[in-house]
């Protein structure tokens, strides 16, 4: 494993630090000489110390610093969802039916060395219930050592392992969003539907925050925790972690109206103004199968990238530019510079049949 990665990041070159927030930005001529050195040159040594405090004075550069070839795609960060599967089976879940469905590992590994020439730096490990999947462990490893930085979300229930905590540790995680479903066992449970799951979830968070990982929480809000959200909050402030309250349900990503239901009307949060966004032209999402979208959101139409390879991602753009239109009944509406929700979130709830207010600050 190296100390540092040299990308190119949007136009711009950097050098990070594994699981490090901190990057140092430099010119295009002392990336270019970083390919020529094969010591680390004085100036990168120099920047190193007062940055991250390492001391790489004199080390062979192909032992200090993984420089990541330039890509012609233009792709930043990603998402990829392992598996649909999850050991909850939580009453809001957005994707529908939890199948544990997937690729083998020499297709996964297919998609994550495409990932890797798409440009993606910053990639995103999601579920399903990641930590759950029998290939997380290899997928996190082998992208963490392509030169990735790598963000997790998950319930937080296996955080306490040792071989997670392990992994987590020795190959630092660049940032690990834990969901939060109630502060009590009673609430917790009811939302996760899984009996002591409040206490897996307890123990892992205690464990990931000893741990020093770097982390943050999201406070889902359902009309089962509501009452618990105040002690949420504490429960977060008690550990020092900052926090997003998450009350807006959305339908399943097949439009199903089902989970609509655990929505707490009293927590309808306002959106603020969607003014458009980099899905499909500098982020993508990739499913359990390898089809690559412009987001979590926008599944359909999808790049299959295990038959067209990473050339494929070339028409995600053009995809984007479709799906993100307003278009069928936003179509004339005078109100569509105040909408806060994208069009394929419109969609979904559209199919889903969902009453305006859910998704329309201007429906009645």
């Known amino acids: 494993m190296k100390t540092l990665i040299g990308t190119e990041y949007l136009g711009g070159f ?3 630090r594994p699981g490090n927030a901190r990057g140092l930005r430099v010119a295009k001529e002392q990336f270019d000489e970083l390919w020529q050195s094969a010591l680390v040159p004085r100036w990168l ?3 190193a110390r007062e940055a991250w405090g390492l001391d790489i004075t004199g080390q062979p550069m192909n032992a200090a ?4 070839p330039l890509s012609p795609y233009g792709y930043g960060r990603a998402s990829y969802e392992l598996n649909l599967g999850c050991n909850y089976d939580c009453e809001h879940c957005y994707l529908g039916l939890k199948r544990f469905e ?3 590992w020499p297709d996964r590994q297919r998609l994550l060395d495409m990932m890797r020439d798409a440009g ?6 999601t579920g399903g219930e990641p930590l759950v999947d029998r290939f997380f462990a290899q997928v996190y490893a082998y992208a963490y050592d392509l030169g990735m930085q790598l963000t997790i ?3 937080g229930s296996r955080l306490w392992r040792d071989d997670v905590l392990e992994l987590l540790t020795s190959r630092p995680v660049y940032k690990l969003t834990v969901s939060v479903y109630g502060a009590t066992a009673e609430g917790y449970d009811a939302v996760t539907r899984r009996p002591g799951s409040f206490h897996k979830f307890a123990k892992g968070l205690s464990a990931a925050v000893a741990a020093r990982l770097p982390m943050n929480l999201n406070l889902v809000v359902t009309k089962s925790n509501a009452h618990e959200l105040d002690a949420m909050k504490a429960l977060a402030d008690g550990y020092g972690l900052t926090y997003h309250v998450y ?7 097949y439009g199903g109206p089902e989970v609509l239901r655990s929505q707490d009307p009293a927590y309808l949060r306002r959106r603020t103004p969607f003014t458009g966004c980099n899905a499909g032209h500098t982020f993508f999402h990739v499913d359990p199968f390898g089809r690559a979208s412009i987001c979590k959101v926008g599944r359909d139409p999808s790049v299959p990238l295990l038959e067209e390879g990473v050339e494929g991602l070339r028409r995600l753009g053009g995809i984007a530019d479709r799906l993100l ?7 004339g509406c005078t109100l569509q510079g105040t909408c806060g929700t994208c069009m394929p979130l419109v969609q979904l709830y559209r199919t889903a049949k969902a009453d305006l207010r859910t998704y329309c600050q201007h429906g009645t």
Do not use: A
Request: net charge neutral; aromatic share 6%; glycine share 12%.
């Open 120 to 125: 993606v730096v910053w990639l995103q490990l």
């Open 325 to 331: 239109g307003r278009q069928g009944g936003c179509t």
């Open 45 to 47: 040594s120099e920047s």
């Open 247 to 253: 009350s807006n349900i959305s339908p399943t990503i």
């Open 102 to 104: 997937g690729l083998d």
């Open 65 to 68: 610093v993984l420089l990541r």
């Open 153 to 155: 979300s998950s319930n």
């Open 14 to 16: 950097f050098l990070l």
